[in-house]
């Protein structure tokens, strides 16, 4: 069936640093591509999207770029902030305009 | 413009009992769907509703869960005879139209002793 797979589990960085996560999905199909933002005892809140027409997006200190040939996105924080630290969630769309599928998280810690 | 709200933010439950779990979308608001999260993973699709229709069902298991979305009043997620494998963080999500860009609730963390 659809997967997504994201990579790594946690990382921690040093505040100011950069930090890169990454997702491969599995659905040639798939045409949008969002990244949640979860704190703890929080819902997901969406950072960034995108969609397939598009190779890379940004909004200030995010960006999300994407590869459709290799069927994989990656989302990019630079200069990273304490308030950055949060597990991070990216998806895929598949079958329909609403379901999408989950990566299984990255812990971001953010080391003063 | 209030969110979208979710109540109870925690409620725990014995096996066998009953969890209603309630959800409010945001004002203007129509579309509502469920996920269900376990520790370190991520959501998992449930249920998607408009008022008065279940659109698509196809993540929430045949027995013991059933949800509705009336004309009036919140989305309500029921789970009959809880057992803990249902502990687990439940979340709703609502959109104005049918649409990927979802707005998440704070989550209903569902506790089955």
């Known amino acids: 069936g659809e997967n997504v797979e994201q990579h790594p589990s946690t990382l921690s960085v040093q505040e100011g640093d950069s930090a890169v996560i990454k997702c491969t999905y599995s659905?040639?199909?798939?045409?949008?591509f969002p990244w949640y933002k979860q704190e703890l005892g929080k819902g997901p809140q969406l950072i960034i999207d995108i969609r397939s027409n598009v190779g890379e997006k940004k909004d200030q200190r995010i960006a999300v770029t994407l590869n459709k040939t290799a069927k994989h996105f990656s989302l990019h924080i630079t200069e990273t902030q304490p308030e950055d630290s949060a597990v991070y969630f990216c998806a895929a769309s598949i079958r329909s305009n609403y379901q999408l599928i989950w990566g299984a998280g990255t812990k971001l810690i953010i080391k003063p | 413009n209030a969110g979208v709200m979710q109540n109870p933010r925690h409620l725990v439950r014995r096996r066998g009992q009953e969890a209603r779990l309630r959800c409010s979308p945001m004002?203007?608001?129509?579309?509502v769907y469920w996920y269900r999260q376990l520790p370190e993973e991520g959501l998992k699709f449930m249920v998607y509703?408009?008022?008065?229709?279940?659109?698509?069902e196809s993540g929430m298991p045949k027995e013991r869960f059933s949800a509705e979305f009336p004309k009036e009043g919140p989305s309500i997620l029921r789970i009959q005879q809880v057992v803990r494998g249902d502990s687990a963080a439940y979340f709703c999500a609502s959109s104005p139209q049918q649409d990927y860009e979802q707005y998440f609730g704070p989550g209903t963390r569902l506790t089955v002793t």
């Open positions: 004002k203007g608001h129509s579309h």
């Open positions: 509703l408009q008022k008065e229709n279940i659109i698509d």
């Open positions: 659905d040639s199909a798939s045409n949008y």
